[in-house]
T-cell receptor, first 115, second 114 residues
Framework: ETGVTQSPTHLIKTRGQQVTLRCSSQ?????VSWYQQALGQGPQFIFQ???????GRGNFPPRFSGLQFPNYSSELNVNALELDDSALYLC??????????????FGPGTRLLVL | GNSVTQMEGPVTLSEEAFLTINCTYT??????LFWYVQYPGEGLQLLLK?????DKGSNKGFEATYRKETTSFHLEKGSVQVSDSAVYFC?????????????FGTGTSLTVIP
């Protein structure tokens, strides 16, 4: 069974640029959630995708957007990067059935630095 | 609004000491409650969970009881080991009218010394 993988592991961008982060969900999972974790803080929920549709969104501006593909992998896109976007971005996958979500499994994260 | 507040660290204990990490929450609806753990150099992983009031989650000697009357979900372990050194996060999830929502506390760092 393959776990949750994320790419790239590290990334450096400059203010105003755009970035795409990728996540491959664990085999058999149909739901992906994205989180932003600033240094010394807990993860903050960005959004969740279930069967290719957004299924919940946290308090993040529209320049944070996402996609989920038919194989349930996912992308997080961030436009017009700001310095405060520097953080660890975590992806978590899970199986959702009949409205019930089972345990989330987290990937190792992508560390983004915005200069 | 919805939030999770957990005890600030860092916490340092001697091996075999009793551990309590406090967690309280504010939420609309009927949340499920979780404790996640992040061991050094590893990713976040679920430690235990409780999905309704008075449920007790347990795993690896850790326990937490979902107390609706005090909106709390405190993590306890009777005798900690050096291998329990990690960062612990309290979290909640609930279903809103726009989908699932997740909230995490800021984390509590635990160091257990021999």
């Amino acid at each position: 069974e393959t776990g949750v993988t994320q790419s790239p592991t590290h990334l450096i961008k400059t203010r105003g640029q755009q970035v795409t982060l990728r996540c491959s969900s664990q085999s058999g999972h149909n739901t992906v959630s994205w989180y932003q974790q600033a240094l010394g803080q807990g993860p903050q929920f960005i959004f969740q995708y279930y069967r290719e549709e957004e299924n919940g969104r946290g308090n993040f501006p529209p320049r944070f957007s996402g996609l989920q593909f038919p194989n349930y992998s996912s992308e997080l896109n961030v436009n017009a990067l700001e310095l405060d976007d520097s953080a660890l971005y975590l992806c978590a996958s899970s199986l959702q059935l009949a409205g019930y979500q089972e345990t989330q499994y987290f990937g190792p994260g992508t560390r983004l630095l915005v200069l | 609004g919805n939030s999770v507040t957990q005890m600030e660290g860092p916490v340092t204990l001697s091996e075999e000491a009793f551990l309590t990490i406090n967690c309280t929450y504010t939420a609309t609806g009927y949340p499920s409650l979780f404790w996640y753990v992040q061991y050094p150099g590893e990713g976040l992983q679920l430690l235990l969970k409780a999905t309704k009031a008075d449920d007790k989650g347990s795993n690896k000697g850790f326990e937490a009881t979902y107390r609706k009357e005090t909106t709390s979900f405190h993590l306890e372990k009777g005798s900690v080991q050096v291998s329990d050194s990690a960062v612990y996060f309290c979290a909640l999830t609930f279903v809103s009218n726009t989908g699932n929502q997740f909230y995490f506390g800021t984390g509590t760092s635990l160091t257990v010394i021999p």
